[in-house]
């Protein structure tokens, strides 16, 4: 009777987590679909206010949810947006709060544990933003000074880990998000921002006074940023990988990336001026899901 009891609860519980994997199915069911955006992720993610969100990554996911639709043969899809930061990200995309998260997060192996990534759409390279008058050119004026880091990522790290920081000793201030890091070096609170070079560019690009600000150093980090969704569901990854191969091929995604980066955008019109890496051109044309960790080997 007990083993029956216990095989009948597991037979439950894994339907369940089959129920919860199946993006597709809760998609269709409820005629709608989340987006996990991002408050200040530069021109990949951004909010304009009144619940309103643009950017890169946002666009991109729009497209993909586009052809969910048509895959689904729904006549209607509703897209909801889903403010998420770096420290809840991934628990909302495995509790099924989000089905997309697309603002700008790097594929690593230890997320892959907990997530999955479609194919990569973006490839970052981590900076150091200082104010301009700061006599501050790289990694080896930081010692001792206080370094900016947004909460649940994982740039200052990386900054530890540089050949060139052996023995330097950093005073880590953490931003609760990117546009907070960004204010602490606005303020005084911290002599440099460690972030990818998208949003230092973009963080920039929008303050008050862009020329009193620069983006400085050594290259710490190259990593792949990709959309996330939630592990085990290889047919809503399919979906979601077959429509972002799609606009690869076809050179829309080439568009929307000169429209977010290399355009004035809304809400101060200004342009983040910064061209497609070859590594970014090389992820659209060998389209691949690799963690950061492949992109570290030598």
């Not at 009948?8 to 269709?28: E, F, N, Y």
């Not at 709608?32 to 666009?59: I, N, P, Q, W």
Request: hydrophobic share 40%; aromatic share 6%.
């Amino acid at each position: 009777m007990k083993k029956t009891l216990l095989a009948a609860c597991v037979a439950l519980l894994s339907t369940g987590l089959a129920q919860a994997a199946d993006t597709l199915t809760k998609i269709k069911d409820s005629a709608s679909a989340t987006m996990g955006v991002r408050e200040s992720s530069g021109a990949l993610s951004y909010t304009l206010g009144d619940g309103k969100y643009a950017g890169f990554h946002v666009e991109v996911c729009q497209h993909v949810l586009a052809d969910v639709q048509k895959k689904l043969g729904l006549s209607k899809l509703e897209v909801k947006f889903q403010p998420v930061t770096s420290a809840n990200r991934i628990p909302l995309v495995q509790n099924g709060t989000v089905d997309l998260e697309c603002g700008s997060t790097t594929n690593t192996q230890a997320r892959q544990k907990d997530a999955a990534f479609a194919v990569t759409t973006y490839v970052e390279e981590v900076r150091i933003a200082v104010k301009a008058n700061s006599g501050i050119t790289g990694i080896a004026q930081l010692n001792a000074r206080p370094v900016a880091t947004t909460t649940g990522t994982t740039s200052v790290q990386l900054l530890r880990k540089h050949e060139r920081a052996t023995g330097m000793d950093f005073k880590e201030v953490f931003g609760k998000d990117h546009a907070d890091s960004f204010l602490l070096l606005e303020t005084g609170r911290a002599d440099a921002f460690v972030m990818d070079g998208q949003i230092l560019a973009g963080n920039i690009a929008k303050s008050k006074n862009p020329a009193d600000y620069k983006i400085v150093g050594e290259v710490l980090s190259v990593e792949p940023i990709a959309i996330m969704l939630r592990k085990d569901d290889p047919a809503f990854k399919k979906v979601v990988d077959d429509s972002l191969i799609a606009m690869m091929k076809s050179g829309e995604i080439a568009k929307l990336y000169d429209k977010w980066f290399m355009q004035p955008i809304a809400p101060a019109n200004t342009k983040v001026g910064l061209p497609a890496s070859e590594a970014t051109k090389l992820a659209w044309a060998k389209p691949n899901d690799k963690p950061v960790e492949d992109y570290a080997k030598k």
